[in-house]
């Protein structure tokens, strides 16, 4: 069943930078060499001045030798550098024959150690953007999406290579575009997505071109280079990696300041603040402060680097959703998150979908009606504040204010870390807070969100895992009882939506049994087990009550259980 | 943090010329220049002639001012000192001239109530979060300012006048503000704390004045201290209980600003908050009370307030409910007392495990 998006607008964007040699993240890969190595003195530096004693160096470097070696004899990846077990035997050796000398005697051999691992990560963790290999696969993108699209839904000879349908069709983008465009030329972009799926990175590179933006750096993952695919597209649009196995200091100070710097250097950013893939299908609550942190650090900096008569260039947050009917990975996501949950243990990365999973998934993607949209949020600046066209920070009050004041104390430009810390936290509050604003509500979101609290509001008694260990067979609603509910939930979410504290999307409105049977299609839509769906005697059942929870994850937050039973 | 000392004679404000307002721009004063505010033109000029207000001695580095733009341009330190019933639209009528730059750290012990149009406090069963705010919040919302701290802690301003030993406790997220303000108010006599649970401290402060309403009415009832150490007791249990559904933790409730501030204005005539109690209890009704004073005892309002908020969080709350009675609905303070002691609940401590409140 197709769900024709009324406002989709269609519309084309010309690149706001039109030669590739323009673009920041170009300047960066031509400049490699010299980049890696600003990044690693940088880093450098300030790991010495957190572990001012050689006596503090030295037991940091011993933790990280541990560490790697660990991480090198349980969890190895395919992308791993061959040389890696020999490189950190050497810094073993290393250590060991200090280890009886004296501090004077350690310090320049540590300092030594240290150089060699935060250049070994620098050159690790860095992207390498190549023009050629960019336009390539843009172009297979390209053309390969139009002949799924049209190869499949025009069911006539030829049609394979008609240019009817396009990416826009099946992918809306809404939100405040233009406003994004504009603050991309006047300044660095940060844009941070939520995260759902592994597909998202890869949608959002899709994004950024189409919206003619130069290519964004991402921080991606380093378990998705691990897919050949993957890997292929990540490399070529400028994918920086983040192996979230090493969490020693040396590395995590490699990465904040990989990202500082670029961000510094004007390269437009991708996080996906919420870390990994949300588990439970939830809109992230908690965002990861480390790289975030990097944006703050960065626009202090280039205050700090300000000389007379120039104007500091200005980093934009730009929060995005990324909606979708389905979630190729929803099972095992959830799995893992109700097998974790209340208790914090390591969770291993796990990609049991291949390359192969991925293209068939795409393939059904093109072939079956469901549509993902892309609510572009509206910028803010590193406080969180919104920004206007002219990149001007405006308070709640709508009175312009200098983001540079926020740095300035008794006077004078300062830097302090706690104070950072404290501001990143509350970047990433208003985030989240975005986040909610501009979700865009689906048909599909709303019967898992009702059908799933229904079954909670009856069984009063069981918690979550009771209720999640019913036999699917004995769950039941009445078609009538779940319309009225449904309902009244979507009544609340116009008036939350009038209150702008969501978004919805055009196929929600409408006549209530429609909107149902859309929501019941598309729910989960690609799953062996379906979610929701009706049985003969048009009651509305479940086959899989933990994909239900995930999927009705996506509404919770909003406080709408209260117009539920 | 190194603070340049290129600014150093910047002067420091405090808007509100209230006992406390004074007695705080007295202790900063022996630091650097102050000005207070004032609202009206003329008492400025009247505090600049005679290095009077109240009849209390200004110190020298002292100025009166009652322009809040010259206020907010001059000082990037400003103390809001000001009733929590004005506080709102104080902050609204500085806001347009702060900057993300200053710094404020406030000396209200009390909350804001913002209430749908047409809506009283009266009328209102409950009181929930989204409608009671405290005063940090109530800068955050209204002003660009982020780094925002308070003070809380014993502070009697007689006492403070006097140069009496005490203490106060700074609290806010921002280590750079709970520095700023140590070296503003430390001095020989003048003990200051930091500690990073803005909300807590607060909290800690507010919630205390209706402890001290009771104590007070403890003593026009007669009561001597073993009453009275039953009530402190019992008093901290109620006050984190409340506290900690309001968004502070326990930890705030232990220190200077919880405990501390307890003890003092319980066994302290000087409280306003304790007279109330002890005229209530002498049989004067809240309106004859509120008639014969022109101070604010805020924790008249705090009862009201804390009692809603517990009814909405579901917290028990017995001491402040039957202050809420004896206020509000006409208890006498012995009908109250016999509830209190017909209580069912005899944990003594059960706060101290809770890992939520650690």
Known sequence: ????????????????????????????????????????????????????????????????????????????????????????????EDLNNIATKTPEEQEPVADLILKRIVSRYADEIAGNFKPSQYRLTREIVKFWFARLLNGARVKKFGAFWRNQYTLRDKIHIVGKVKLLRKLARKGTVVMVPTHFSNLDSILIGWVIHSLGLPAFIYGAGLNLFNLKIFAYFMNSLGAYKVDRRKKNTPYLETLKLYSTIALEKGAHSLFFPGGTRSRSGMIEKQLKLG???????????????????????????????????????????????????????????????????LIQFLFKFFTKGSSISVSIGRGLDIMGNYVDEDGNSVDEHGRVIDTRDYFISNGVLTADKQREDEYTRMLSQKIVKEYHRINRVFASHLVAYVAFNMWLKKHPKLDLFGLLRLPEEELQLPYEEFRETCKKVRKQIYRMKVDNKLNIASHLKGDIDEVIKRGLYNVGIFHLKRPLLRNRDGNIITQDLNLLYYYHNRLVGYELDQFIG | MNSTNSLADKPVAVVGSGNFGTAIANLIAQNRRVLLYTRSEESAQKINATHQNKGLVLHENIKAESDLATIAKECDVIFPIIPSAYFRSVIKQLSPYLHPYHVL???????????????????????????????????????????????????????????????????????EVIDIGTKLLRNDYFQVYGNNDLTGVELAGVLKNVIAIAAGALSGLGYGDNAKGLLISRGVVEMIYLGRALGGNTKAF??????????????SSLSRNYQVGYQLAQGKTLSEILAATTEVAEGINTVRTAKKCADFYKVKAPITNALYRVLFEKLTVKQALQYLMRYPLNVDIDFLDDPVGA
Not at chain 2, 132 to 154: D, F, W, Y
């Open chain 2, 254 to 267: 232990l220190g200077v600003a919880g405990v501390g501030d307890l003890v003092t204005t319980c066994n």
């Open chain 2, 105 to 175: 750290i406030h000396g209200t012990k009390g909350l804001d109530i913002r209430l749908p149009k047409g809506a009283t406090i009266e009328e209102t069963p409950k009181l929930n979060r989204k409608q009671v705010k405290t005063m940090s919040e109530v800068i955050r919302e209204e002003t660009s300012v982020v780094r925002v701290g308070c003070l809380a802690g014993p502070n009697l301003s007689k006492e403070l006048m006097a140069q009496h030993p005490a203490a106060t406790v700074i609290a806010s997220p921002f280590n």
């Open chain 1, 1 to 92: 069943m197709e769900i024709v998006e009324k406002k989709n607008k269609n519309k084309k964007y010309k690149p706001i930078l039109e030669a590739i040699p323009d673009w920041p993240v170009y300047k960066l890969s031509k400049n490699r060499k010299e980049f890696i190595e600003e990044v690693a003195q940088r880093a450098y530096e300030r790991i010495k001045s957190l572990r001012p004693t050689p006596k503090q160096l030295v037991d940091e470097l011993e933790a990280t030798v541990y560490r790697e070696q660990q991480r090198m004899k349980r969890n190895r990846w395919r992308v791993d550098p061959e040389d890696e077990p020999k490189f950190w035997a050497k810094v073993k």
């Open chain 1, 291 to 357: 790289l975030l942190g990097s944006t703050i650090e960065a626009q202090r900096n280039l205050y700090m680097q300000e000389k007379p008569g120039e104007t500091a260039g200005k980093i934009f947050i730009v929060p995005v959703t990324l909606n979708y009917h389905f979630v190729l990975e929803a099972p095992d996501l959830v799995e893992e998150y109700l097998s974790s949950k209340g208790q914090d243990k390591y969770m291993p990365e796990q990609d049991r979908y291949g390359s192969w999973q």
